[in-house]
C-alpha cells in the first residue's frame, strides 16, 4: 500500500491533523492500537474559551460552560475564588467528540484502520501490525509506503525514537474518576494545591452540574503512595461535592503528561510530531487540548507545502524550539511549582493570591 501520510495514534491531535490533511487532498492512514477509539480516554476533556471560538467543535458534545475557578491551600480552608466575566471552560464528552471525530476523518477520505500496532519504520515503510493491520492477514506484519509519518502516539512517542526527534522527559502522571452527577449549583473548577495530594501539580473537581471530574496529578517518584491510592484519599474529601452520591462504578481516566514545553525538535525530514509527542501541552497548567489543535493546525500546513511542493525541506518551519519562546514565563513557573515540595510553602503562597495583584495574576493564567 502506497499513501502520502501515516498517522499514527487517533487521539485529538491526530483525528484533526489526519481530517484536514484528508480535505486538502491527501491519501491519509490514520492507526490506532485499539480496537475501538471510546475507551481508554485519558484526558480530562476540558477546553478553554479560545478553542471554542477558533475550532468547531459539536455544542452537543459539549457540557455547560463555567465561569468560576476555587483555588483551595492545604488544609482547603480560605480559598480563593475567581469568576470571569466569559464562557472559560467547558468539559466535553471526550468519548462522543472521538467517535465525532472518527466520523469527520472517514468523511474527508480517510482510512481509519483500528487494532492495529505502529511497529516501526524499514527503509522507507511503516510497519504496521495486528488483525486491523490493512492488508496484512491475521496478526500479519503489513509495510506501508508513505511519504511522511506523523507521530501522535502519546507522551512516550515510538514515532518519535524512530525518526530522531526529541522526546519528553519532564512527564506528570495523572490520574481522574468521572462520574454522572444531579443537576443544580453553579458550574465550578475547584483547584487543589497541595504537595501532599499533588506533588507539583493541582488535585481538582470540574463539577458542571452533568458529570463530576475528580482528579489528582503530579510527579510520580514523589507519591508517597500510588497515584491512585492518593485520588482515592482526595476524593473522600475534595470540594464541590456536597449532596453529590459517588456511584459505585465510574470512568477511570489516567497516564502521563508531559509538563516540559514543546520539544525542539519535533520535525525533519520524513515526518514530525503534533500532540503530546511534542509536548504540546501548556507546561504550568498542564491544559493540553488548546496547544493541541493549534500545533496540530500548523502542521497541516506545512505538511500539506511540503506534499505539494515535493520538498522535505518545507517541514524545517515545523520547528520547536522557535514556538518554545512563547512559553517561557510559564516553563519557568513550572520550575518554581516543581520546587514547591511542602505544605507551608504553598499554604504562603496563597497569601499573595488574595492581594488584587495575585488574583489578577491567577486570572491571566487561568483565563487567558
Known sequence: MDVDVVVVGAGLAGLYTAAELGRRGHDVLLVDRRPVLTGAIRTTGIFVRRTLEDFALPAALLGPPIRRVVLYPPGLRRPVTLVSRRDEFRVADMAGLYAW????????????????????????????????GPGGGPRGVTAVTARFLVGADGA???????????????????AEDVYPVAPGGEPTFHCVVDPSLAPGYLAWVVNDGQHAHVGVAGYPQRFTAGVRQTLGRFAAVAPGLAGTERPRHVERRGGPIPVGGVLRRIAGPYGLLVGDAAGAVSPLTAGGLDPCLRLSAHAVDVLDEALRSGRRSALARYDGAALRSRFRSRLAMRRALAGVRGTAVATGAFAGLRTPPGRAAAGRILFA
Request: glycine share 20%; charged share 25%; hydrophobic share 40%.
Open 101 to 132: 471525530a472518527a466520523e469527520e476523518a472517514r468523511a474527508a477520505g480517510v482510512r481509519l484502520a483500528l487494532g492495529t500496532r505502529y511497529l516501526g519504520r524499514e527503509g522507507g515503510a511503516v510497519l504496521l501490525g495486528g488483525p486491523g
Open 156 to 174: 512516550r512517542s515510538r514515532v518519535a525514537r524512530d525518526l530522531g526527534l526529541d522526546r519528553n522527559t519532564r512527564l506528570l502522571v495523572g
